[in-house]
């Protein structure tokens, strides 16, 4: 019987898990779990997904993923064959390592994606291995409750729980006492029609995020518009990083809105003020006064 065909397409989010074959640990030492992780980030920059949380169990992981170039079958076979090889390398052992393909479930609802988010960091938690999910090691929960985190790591579903105390919230509805409750959603998922109000808050429009930043910085839009060669126009990398990052727009529109450049280099620019940011922290606080503008 053939394989039932992955659905994949830009923008898609999916939890993604796996487990070792016959139960087998797949993370035996510290040095498994840093290489897993370090390989993740490798995947991450490769293929350009988004990773949103994981967890990494003894015999099995969790990832919360997004794809912007509907490419995670990609992505994954490249993370599970690359991850096989160094495992038996370090192991001494042949032959596959996992159950079989890696599972993908795609996820369609943003009440949803939420549950999912406590889900996998509450996995060390309901196996009795932690006590807390910020003590346990090898989960992104730790980089959510705390300020600093890797650079490939995206933890914007966190503005889900609104733009005041969102990090407490967000705690409370991950280890509160009504966290137990599976079905308990934040105020703002009772019913669809607020969802899709949530959902409009937190994407703003491209018109918006022009508005924005051109106030901010006190120029025309005609400045962001235009390209110098030789120069760097911050105001245009800036504009072309929220529109992807934040605006969720497509390649070839933010190349139709900010002109003069082409749909595969959104990506590389997208990654370099990443890496701005990672390095000057005057920088990053700049770019999170614009986000916080854009969130309200």
């Known amino acids: ?171 409370e509805f991950t280890t509160g006492e009504q966290s137990i409750k599976k079905e308990i959603l934040p105020i703002e998922y009772k019913n669809a029609a607020q969802t899709e109000l949530r959902r409009k808050i937190i994407i703003p429009s491209t018109n918006k995020i022009f508005k924005v930043v051109t106030n901010h910085f006190q120029i025309g839009v005609e400045d962001i518009t235009k390209s110098q060669r030789g120069l760097r126009n911050w105001s245009r990398l800036v504009v072309i990083y929220l529109l992807k990052v934040i605006g969720k727009v497509k390649n070839n529109q933010i190349c139709e809105a900010v002109k003069f450049i082409e749909p595969k280099s959104v990506n590389k620019i997208v990654r370099k003020i990443q890496k701005y940011m990672d390095n000057d922290e005057h920088m990053k606080m700049e770019m999170q006064t614009l986000i916080s503008q854009l969130k309200l």
């Not at 992955?6 to 074959?21: D, F, P, Q, S, T």
């Not at 599972?103 to 932690?130: C, F, G, M, T, V």
């Not at 989960?139 to 503005?159: A, D, E, M, R």
Request: overall charge positive; aromatic content about 16%.
């Open 1 to 171: 019987m053939p394989r039932p065909l992955r659905i994949e397409y830009e923008g898609a989010w999916y939890h993604v898990m796996n487990r070792g074959l016959d139960k087998q640990n797949i993370f035996d030492t510290k040095q498994h779990y840093e290489f897993f992780l370090r390989l993740l980030s490798e995947t991450s920059l490769n293929y350009e997904i988004e990773i949103h949380a994981y967890c990494l169990m003894t015999n099995h992981y969790h990832l919360l993923i997004r794809t912007p170039l509907a490419n995670l079958s990609k992505a994954m076979q490249y993370l599970g064959s690359i991850y096989t090889q160094e495992y038996n390398k370090f192991t001494s052992r042949d032959g596959p390592l996992f159950k079989g393909r890696y599972k993908a479930i795609l996820i369609e609802d943003d009440a949803y994606l939420l549950q999912l988010l406590r889900y996998i960091h509450l996995n060390p938690i309901e196996a009795k291995i932690s006590l807390k999910p910020e003590d346990y090691s090898w989960s992104s929960y730790q980089y959510y409750v705390n300020n600093s985190s890797p650079s490939w790591l995206h933890k914007s579903l966190v503005t889900l729980f609104g733009t005041v105390n969102a990090k407490n919230r967000f705690i």
